[in-house]
């Protein structure tokens, strides 16, 4: 039988090399053959026997399989070590976490931005919600280039002040952890905010309140709806009064502050729709149908503000006729039942009252003009009256007038009085106001004596009535007319 020059272990069979160290092994003789025929044969019997051999032990000075084997594994787990601590240590590079962060803020990839921070158990997270909230805190210019900081410098002294939000209230807490032993995991820590929320109503109302998942019933007392990341939140409100059901969508702001807790105030007089009446006592009908009730004792909360929904009044008169305010439709919080009659009659009063105004202001603008014109026009008409000279008064009068035509023709007679004068004594004006917003009324008391020499001396004391006409923004008399009887006393012959 042949045998390993080098080892000394002897070949079974015609291999080429040895088995045990890998020396090429000398060519086999044909009477060898044999041999290693029968061994196998014999080997093959005592394995259809189930009888083992120990294994023969090495020859001292080489390496065994197993040995081979278990060195190839501690390298093998050595390098697998080496390239795990590279690999968790690229992980944990905090400057990567801060890369990922922006990666993820650009790409709008909420929820992998949202994960991006730790956040206490039982937190309720909307990645949408807190993304958009950080978005209102300005993450490109505010909070991230501060994040950068504070890491930086936790990394450097151990320890940082927190991230705060525009209101200045703590945001981020930059946490160090142990990491498998040997490494350090930096971690961006978010404190929940609390949210409770409660109705203010003026009346008993259905509501319901629904933010995610969360679906819960609402009253005055406060109830806790639970703990949220930072956010802007859409929730949905369900109210339902004695005629409509309506869902409304709006927004919540959940904002970390000093308490990080929300208390939601939900005042349902912010969704009423008031209705008013021209007739207090008229009863509503909403889409054709009555409430039995008058305008203000409605509770409309939920009705829908689109036109869908049409309401109108009825007031029964004493002799049994409905009279029918117009249909309106909801489109608004404020709407107003009119009836024809009570209009008409409102209509007339606001334009009396306009008017009243309109002429108030035009009596305050020209009342001293007129003043004015009146002992101008006295003061002339005197001279004009001695010197039987219309020119003097003339253009108080507009042209063309009657009262100018018969004050002319007055004036010029006097040419027929013969020896005569005029003693104006006195010009009052007792009272002066506006008939409409280009007319002025002035009343005066106006006493003068007359001498004419076949006749004597007269004592006059008249009371007129002078109408001014605005033209052209200019005041004019129209017209000169007696109040009363002229009182006419002879003085002397």
Not at 393 to 416: A, C, M, P, W
Request: proline letters at 2%; glycine letters at 4%; hydrophobic letters at 30%.
């Amino acid at each position: 039988m042949r045998q390993c020059q080098k080892c000394g272990k002897q070949a079974i069979s015609n291999e080429k090399f040895c088995l045990e160290c890998g020396t090429k092994l000398s060519a086999i003789h044909s009477e060898e053959i044999g041999v290693v025929k029968n061994i196998q044969k014999e080997d093959e019997e005592h394995q259809n026997q189930h009888t083992y051999f120990p294994k023969k032990s090495p020859n001292k000075g080489t390496m065994s399989t197993t040995k081979k084997v278990i060195i190839g594994s501690f390298f093998a787990i050595l390098a697998l070590l080496v390239g795990g601590h590279f690999i968790i240590k690229s992980q944990l590079d905090p400057q990567k976490q801060i890369a990922n962060l922006n990666k993820y803020f650009l790409d709008e990839d909420y929820e992998n931005f949202a994960q991006s921070f730790r956040f206490p158990d039982e937190t309720i997270i909307d990645s949408k919600a807190f993304f958009n909230y950080m978005e209102s805190q300005d993450w490109t210019k505010n909070i991230n280039p501060e994040l950068e900081e504070k890491l930086n410098e936790m990394m450097k002294k151990g320890y940082s002040a927190p991230i705060t939000n525009a209101d200045g209230s703590k945001l981020i807490t930059i946490r160090e952890n142990n990491f498998l032993i040997f490494y350090k995991k930096y971690s961006f820590d978010i404190q929940p905010i609390e949210l409770s929320v409660k109705t203010v109503s003026p009346v008993k109302l259905d509501t319901k309140f629904k933010l995610g998942e969360l679906d819960t019933e609402l009253s005055d007392e406060i109830k806790k709806i639970g703990k949220f990341a930072p956010g802007i939140y859409s929730y949905n409100l369900t109210l339902q009064d004695e005629y409509f059901q309506n869902e409304i969508k709006d927004e919540l702001t959940l904002s970390n502050t000093e308490e990080n807790k929300k208390g939601l105030s939900i005042d349902l007089a912010n969704y009423q729709i008031h209705l008013t009446s021209d007739i207090e006592d008229a009863i509503v009908f909403i889409n054709g149908k009555s409430t039995g009730k008058k305008a203000q004792d409605v509770n409309l909360f939920a009705a829908k503000l689109d036109d869908s929904v049409k309401v109108y009044a009825v007031k029964k008169g004493q002799d049994g006729q409905e009279e029918k305010s117009e249909i309106i439709t909801l489109n608004n919080k404020q709407n107003h039942l009119q009836f024809t009659s009570v209009q008409a009659k409102q209509k007339a009063e606001e334009e009396k009252e306009a008017n009243q105004l309109a002429m108030k202001t035009f009596l305050s603008e020209y009342e001293d003009t007129a003043r004015s014109l009146f002992y101008d026009f006295r003061n002339n008409y005197k001279y004009a009256l001695e010197n039987a000279d219309f020119s003097y008064v003339q253009d108080y009068f507009l042209e063309g007038t009657q009262i100018r035509k018969d004050y002319s023709k007055f004036v010029t007679d006097h040419t027929n009085f013969g020896f005569y004068f005029y003693d104006f004594k006195s010009n009052m004006i007792d009272k002066i106001y506006a008939t409409d917003t280009t007319t002025i009324i002035l009343d005066s008391t106006e006493i003068f004596d007359f001498y004419q020499a076949e006749d004597g001396t007269w004592s006059y004391q008249r009371e007129k009535r002078y109408t001014m006409k605005l033209s052209n923004n200019r005041l004019f008399i129209t017209d000169i007319q007696d109040r009363s009887k002229v009182i006419k006393n002879k003085i002397s012959d």
